[in-house]
């Protein structure tokens, strides 16, 4: 995913992984449009602006995130480093396929995590819906238990050492022009027909 990520060159877009209209109805292709294009495409463009020239130039964006998280002095680089990260994890975390059983590798994980898959969706929904102001909900393995997290504005799962499997971007920006206030008909929304739980399947490795 992050083959952009050649040391030495500014980080890229990478593309969207379906076309702008494909997550319609439940995302629009306005909301996708302009989520992609505009916001994404403004971190990327940000963190390129931030590292030209200094000591962080040439690292991948994990890595960067890594080296600069909970330091005040590169806060801006961290931000944006993680949202360019967080973003395209997103758009992968999506699928207009999305199959309504889990995959055989990520079951067995739900069922000792979480008992079945309705309380994953559940658990995920909750803490994508409770979020409080912007943010990301994720499912994520810490060790070799899953687990659901959720973080604040543009901080990722990464620098704590844990593996993100899925995310639900809950900023305004995610669903504001669809669904205006109404953050949990988005986030039930998603959870019940875009999730690409196959994605989640093949991080586990
Ligand atoms: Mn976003």
Redesign the pocket.
């Known amino acids: 995913m992050t083959s952009s990520d050649a040391p030495g060159t500014s980080h890229a877009l990478p593309p969207l992984p379906y076309p702008s209209n494909a997550l319609e109805p439940v995302i629009s292709e306005e909301t996708l449009s302009f ?1 992609y294009g505009k ?2 495409k403004t971190y990327v463009d940000t963190l390129n602006e931030l590292i030209e020239g200094t000591e962080f130039a040439s690292l991948g964006l994990e890595d960067l995130i890594i080296r600069t998280a909970g330091n005040e002095q590169h806060a801006a680089i961290y931000h944006n480093a993680a ?1 360019a990260w ?2 395209t994890f ?1 758009w992968h975390s999506l699928t207009p396929n999305a199959a309504d059983k889990l995959p055989a590798a990520l079951e067995a994980k739900v069922k000792s995590s979480f008992g079945d898959f309705a309380a994953l969706k559940r658990e995920l929904g909750k803490a994508a819906i409770e979020q409080f102001g912007s943010g990301w909900a994720w499912l994520v393995l810490d060790g070799t238990e899953l687990r659901v997290m959720k973080t604040s504005n543009g901080d990722d799962p990464l620098p704590k050492r844990l593996t993100p499997l899925l995310t639900v ?1 809950v ?1 305004e ?2 669903y504001y022009l669809d669904y205006q206030n109404r953050r949990a008909d988005y986030v039930h929304a998603v959870l019940n027909k875009l999730m690409n739980w196959e994605f989640a399947a093949e991080n586990l490795r």
């Open positions: 989520h916001h994404h949202q967080n973003h997103y971007d900023w920006h995610a």
